[in-house]
């Protein structure tokens, strides 16, 4: 069973940039297709990026597209998200997520993932 566990959340201002960071261990990581979420208190968790096994295929909220890029490195067992021209409506609890799969799959339901970190706080001040 993987351990997923996520850094590099914090305080920026409007239009800065932060990276994220999700380590996996417990298993094997170029078996996982991984995604990154994102939950303001009181709404649901929403898919922000995923991204294969392989790093061939991705895919992106139409609210992040062309500002945030997912990216993996399986032989540090991480996967990222670096973040650009921040906003402050991006303010929220951003979590990555894994769920093994075969050949190029991505997904972006929520319901897919069996494996969760524990997320970490991302500030877009204004």
């Known amino acids: 069973q993987v351990q997923l566990v996520e850094s590099g959340g914090g305080l920026v201002q409007a239009g800065g940039s932060l990276r994220l960071s999700c380590t996996a261990s417990?298993?094997?990581?170029?078996?996982?297709?991984m995604g990154w979420f994102r939950q303001v208190p009181g709404k649901l968790r929403e898919f922000v990026a995923a991204i294969s096994r392989n790093g061939g295929r991705t895919r992106y909220a139409d609210s992040v597209k062309g500002r945030f890029t997912i990216a993996r490195d399986n032989a540090k067992n991480t996967v990222y998200v670096q973040m650009n021209s921040l906003k402050p409506e991006d303010t929220a609890v951003y979590y990555c997520?894994?769920?093994?799969?075969?050949?190029?799959?991505?997904?972006?339901?929520?319901?897919?993932?069996?494996?969760w970190g524990q997320g970490t706080q991302v500030t877009v001040s204004s």
């Open positions: 997520a894994a769920e093994p799969t075969i050949g190029s799959n991505v997904f972006i339901e929520e319901y897919t993932y069996d494996y």
């Open positions: 417990g298993g094997t990581f170029s078996r996982y297709a």
